[in-house]
């Protein structure tokens, strides 16, 4: 089992930064694929960024590239999501999630989210 905490969330304005982390129990951090995923109200939840175990492979959603970072630390066991130049439309509850495959199906575990609100 592993739990997820996600910090880091809160309002920006347009143009701003923010950086999310996740903290995961468990000694087993390393194995996971580890997400970062988006909900915006009355839309589904979206994938935004992955990052392999080691952290050689990651992906981002077309609208997050060259703005969003991830980042994982498994001596910590954390993963990160550094965000710059944000939009309103990135404006979202974040979720941090463990798994072994890239996407919202191949994720097993999740944290509760935490909010993101970017203003005009």
């Known amino acids: 089992q592993v739990q997820l905490v996600e910090s880091g969330g809160g309002l920006v304005q347009a143009g701003g930064s923010l950086r999310l982390s996740c903290a995961a129990s468990?000694?087993?951090?390393?194995?996971?694929?580890m997400g970062w995923f988006r909900q915006a109200p009355g839309k589904e939840r979206d994938i935004v960024a992955t990052?392999?175990?080691?952290?050689?492979?990651?992906y981002y959603k077309d609208s997050v590239k060259g703005r969003f970072t991830i980042s994982r630390d498994n001596a910590k066991n954390t993963v990160y999501l550094q965000m710059n130049s944000l939009k309103p439309e990135d404006t979202a509850v974040y979720y941090c999630?463990?798994?072994?495959?890239?996407?919202?199906?191949?994720?097993?575990?999740w944290g509760k989210g935490t909010l993101v609100t970017v203003s005009s």
């Open positions: 468990g000694r087993t951090f390393s194995r996971y694929v």
């Open positions: 990052i392999s175990g080691s952290g050689g492979i990651t």
């Open positions: 999630a463990a798994g072994d495959r890239a996407t919202i199906a191949g994720m097993y575990y």
